[in-house]
């Protein structure tokens, strides 16, 4: 890669790689060199990708709108696209996503995706503002996809961690089948806050909060040694939890504005629930933090 393909923005503490393609976390390490996110692989070739216009899929990848009818593949084109350096300072960086003629053939909204990443000695904030610049309502979804290590320190058994959240979650949660949202749910597997962790969970996809009652939830091994992170998140309204239902060294916790089509929804895409619809000339601004330690 070179030089304007990525960003390291870094402390006394903490260094973090983003690319501009897809504006994409690729590394969160700390001083004694913990590596926190997913170094993608075969298992999975990604590292924390940025989910826009669509969280999840469209029936038949198609998105329709006012009679025409637009390919849209699972979780949209932002995380497959180049952004522009808006900012590339020692401890931030801001990227930029605008509207062109390539985006318009997938999508015929005019719109600007800005991620802001901001260091400190805690851990990672990512503010993500969508913008209207058109002259009608942008319907959209926004989410992050970020894959952490799991486990978060060699040696230890996957099924040792858990997610203990700041408020009960008690809810029937959702599950996908060929990446559409189904109808039926599933009795909840968070036992109070904590959800214990295995392969098992994943056997039929992500688990999928919806609505998310807390703000935040810890990642750690559950004998309380060793590295864990805090993921919280503003403005968003749904969770997804995923691994690869085969197995893989990494665990996903995805703060998502939207979901997937329902597996019964066949309207038009302005229509689909779960959407942002942003006025003209107004803007939504979500925002997710990662803070990191080892205890």
């Known amino acids: 890669m070179s030089e304007d393909d990525t960003h390291r923005i870094r402390n006394g503490r903490l260094t973090a790689i983003i690319k501009a393609q897809g504006a994409e976390l690729c590394s969160l390490r700390d001083c004694c060199g913990v590596e926190f996110v997913w170094q993608a692989g075969p298992a999975w070739t990604r590292h924390a990708p940025l989910l826009f216009p669509i969280v999840g899929r469209l029936?038949?990848?198609?998105?329709?709108?006012?009679?025409?009818?637009?390919?849209?593949?699972?979780h949209g084109f932002a995380r497959d696209s180049r952004f522009v350096w808006a900012e590339r300072g020692e401890n931030r960086c801001a990227l930029v996503l605008e509207d062109s003629e390539a985006t318009r053939e997938l999508y015929p909204f005019a719109f600007r995706l800005t991620a802001a990443?901001?260091?400190d000695q805690y851990g990672l904030d990512l503010s993500l503002t969508v913008t209207n610049t058109g002259k009608e309502t942008l319907p959209a979804s926004l989410g992050g996809h970020p894959a952490f290590n799991w486990p978060l320190q060699a040696g230890v058994p996957k099924e040792s961690y858990a997610l203990t959240f700041t408020n009960e979650e008690p809810s029937p949660v959702r599950r996908v089948e060929s990446g559409l949202l189904l109808a039926a749910t599933d009795p909840s597997p968070v036992r109070g806050t904590v959800l214990p962790l295995s392969e098992a969970l994943f056997t039929s996809d992500a688990v999928i909060l919806d609505p998310v009652n807390s703000h935040a939830v810890r990642y750690a091994c559950t004998d309380g040694t060793g590295p864990w992170l805090k993921m919280s998140w503003r403005g968003f309204r749904e969770l997804g939890v995923w691994?690869?239902?085969?197995?893989a060294p990494f665990l996903c916790i995805e703060p998502w504005r939207g979901y997937a089509s329902p597996k019964e929804f066949d309207g038009e895409?302005?229509?689909?629930?779960?959407?942002?619809?942003?006025?003209?000339?107004?803007?939504?601004q979500l925002s997710f933090r990662v803070d990191v330690g080892t205890s």
Do not use: C, V
């Not at 029936?59 to 593949?73: F, H, I, L, Q, V």
């Open 243 to 247: 691994s690869k239902p085969s197995g």
């Open 59 to 74: 029936a038949n990848d198609e998105m329709r709108y006012r009679g025409k009818t637009y390919r849209m593949t699972q």
């Open 269 to 284: 895409f302005s229509d689909k629930p779960g959407l942002m619809h942003i006025a003209p000339g107004a803007e939504e």
């Open 117 to 119: 990443y901001a260091l």
